[in-house]
């Protein structure tokens, strides 16, 4: 822990059954290399947890804490800096992580993704390399929990799992490059660098310049097996737990979030770019399905849906949609007027597909809980707190039921709702 009061070491210490040492260090520059100092001078081993928490920017910490993990080990990072990672300056964000954030609807996530990538481009100066297991962002920050592994003949793969994204300044597209791939002769691989470029100079749908962003982790950002085993176990000891909704909610969302698809796409969004009204999430959701993809929601955004349907289908849904909802004209070079000036190749079928429920709205498990105050923390964005502008999107009932129960949490205790990982059994 890197915690100034060392509440989170106590914790640790007291709560978590079966942790042999607990080492707390102050927050300052060299905590990190003083621990690595430590463990060499005491002739053990590497820690087989290294939990980084830091105020702000973890970015300096991160060499020395790829190096003071065991092989196996897990790290566990914080960033607090989300104005860095979202990118209003993405020089500073260059200059701390080496990545270029990109301002979409889904920096969130893209910020979860260029701290991983970040970590992993660290940890292959060691011959290292990480496997995510859990990436959450919640509230004011990013956290993820990653193993370390030792392979030099491992980390040729990296590349495979970062990419570039590319996002039209004009519409909703977005389109991964990948640094690296691969071509398999007989029984020996070769590493080649991607091929380039996965767009034209302009974007085919707006006819727009992209921006290029990244490079970002654009490999899976949890394992899905070990977030549905700790799901269970928090369910099973429900009682331990103070923040339980809060806990199962994000990681009943997380573990139906599709794992093979970075990036995600808002609804909202699509739907201004055309100016036309908005379908709900579950026939917009069918309608992907019907046309043969699949389609989650994501945890960092209650109004992101993440498919692996082209932008081409996804636009054919929409401009099937919008016959049948016609929107007012538009000047001829708007995105939207471009967009809808074309004939959908697609027809798309919005009848009610089984699959378009999410299993916790089929289940009624909340998977998004209001903040417990009003004007909650330090910088809340505008528009992320949910609101009855969204019951087009969710719901008439499940936003009502957000709204009492954040009117009635005002005047309940304030309780403050712990950090995810600040509760007990962590694996
Ligand atoms: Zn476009």
Same mark, same amino acid.
């Given at each position: @822990?890197?915690?100034a009061?060392g509440l989170r070491a =106590?914790r640790y210490?007291?709560e978590?059954?079966g942790?042999?040492?607990v080492v707390?260090?102050d927050?300052?520059?060299? @905590?990190?290399e003083?621990?690595q100092r ?7 081993v590497?820690?087989?947890k290294?939990d ?8 300096v910490?991160l ?10 080990? &897990?790290?566990?990072c914080t960033?607090?800096d ?11 964000c260059y200059s701390k992580y ?5 301002r ?5 996530? &893209?910020?979860?993704?260029?701290? =991983? ?6 940890a292959?100066?060691y011959?290292?390399?990480?496997v ?5 962002? &919640? $509230?004011?920050y990013v956290?993820v929990?990653?193993?370390i592994?030792?392979s030099?003949s491992?980390?040729?793969?990296t590349?495979?799992?970062?990419s570039?994204?590319y996002?039209?300044?004009?519409? +909703?597209?977005?389109?991964l490059?990948p ?9 020996s691989?070769?590493?080649?660098p ?5 767009v ?9 310049k992209?921006?290029m962003g990244g490079p970002i ?5 949890? +394992?899905?097996?070990w977030?549905t085993?700790?799901?269970s +176990?928090?369910?099973s000891m429900?009682d331990?737990y103070?923040?339980?909704d809060?806990?199962s ?7 139906e979030?599709?794992? +093979? ?9 699509l ?9 709900? @999430?579950?026939?917009f ?8 993809y699949?389609i989650s929601?994501t945890?960092v ?5 993440k498919?692996?349907?082209? &932008?081409?289908v996804?636009w054919?849904i ?5 016959k049948n ?5 538009q000047p001829? $070079?708007?995105?939207g007027?471009v967009?809808l000036a074309k004939e ?9 597909a089984? @699959?378009s429920?999410s299993?916790?709205q089929a289940?009624?498990?909340a998977?998004?809980?209001?903040n417990p105050e009003r004007h909650?923390g330090p910088k809340l964005r505008?528009?992320?707190?949910i609101t ?9 009932e499940?936003?009502?039921?957000c709204?009492?129960?954040?009117d009635?949490?005002?005047?309940a205790k304030?309780?403050?709702?712990e950090k995810l990982e600040?509760?007990?059994?962590e694996?």
């Amino acid at each position: @822990a890197l915690s100034a009061s060392g509440l989170r070491a =106590l914790r640790y210490a007291r709560e978590v059954e079966g942790i042999g040492q607990v080492v707390a260090l102050d927050n300052d520059k060299g @905590a990190v290399e003083a621990c690595q100092r430590n463990i060499k001078f005491n002739g053990s081993v590497a820690c087989s947890k290294v939990d980084l928490d830091p105020y702000g920017s973890p970015s300096v910490f991160l060499d020395s804490a790829v190096q003071s993990v065991v092989d196996g080990g &897990m790290l566990m990072c914080t960033a607090t800096d989300m104005a860095v990672l979202c990118g209003g300056n993405g020089e500073v964000c260059y200059s701390k992580y080496g990545s270029y954030p990109l301002r979409g609807k889904y920096c969130h996530e &893209m910020a979860l993704r260029i701290l =991983l990538a970040c970590i992993e481009s660290h940890a292959n100066r060691y011959k290292r390399y990480i496997v995510p297991v859990l990436s959450v962002q &919640m $509230d004011f920050y990013v956290r993820v929990f990653v193993r370390i592994y030792t392979s030099a003949s491992a980390m040729k793969n990296t590349p495979l799992k970062l990419s570039y994204v590319y996002q039209c300044t004009g519409c +909703d597209a977005f389109h991964l490059q990948p640094i690296g791939r691969t071509v398999s002769k007989n029984t020996s691989v070769r590493y080649l660098p991607g091929f380039a470029p996965v767009v034209p100079q302009e974007c085919s749908h707006c006819q727009k310049k992209f921006n290029m962003g990244g490079p970002i982790w654009s490999a899976p950002i949890h +394992d899905q097996e070990w977030v549905t085993n700790i799901l269970s +176990d928090v369910k099973s000891m429900k009682d331990r737990y103070p923040a339980y909704d809060r806990i199962s909610a994000v990681l009943t969302t997380i573990s139906e979030e599709l794992p +093979d698809v970075p990036l995600f796409l808002s609804l909202h969004n699509l739907c201004a770019t055309l100016k036309c009204t908005s379908p709900s @999430a579950v026939i917009f959701r069918s309608a992907v399905i019907n046309a043969g993809y699949r389609i989650s929601g994501t945890h960092v955004n209650p109004l992101g849906l993440k498919s692996d349907a082209p &932008m081409e289908v996804i636009w054919d849904i929409m401009r099937c949609w919008v016959k049948n909802h016609p929107v007012k004209a538009q000047p001829a $070079d708007q995105p939207g007027s471009v967009i809808l000036a074309k004939e959908p190749v697609l027809q798309a079928n919005f009848a009610r597909a089984v @699959a378009s429920l999410s299993k916790a709205q089929a289940k009624k498990v909340a998977r998004f809980l209001p903040n417990p105050e009003r004007h909650w923390g330090p910088k809340l964005r505008a528009g992320r707190q949910i609101t009855s502008k969204h019951i087009s999107l969710l719901g008439e009932e499940k936003v009502n039921g957000c709204l009492s129960h954040q009117d009635s949490e005002l005047d309940a205790k304030r309780q403050k709702i712990e950090k995810l990982e600040d509760a007990p059994a962590e694996s």
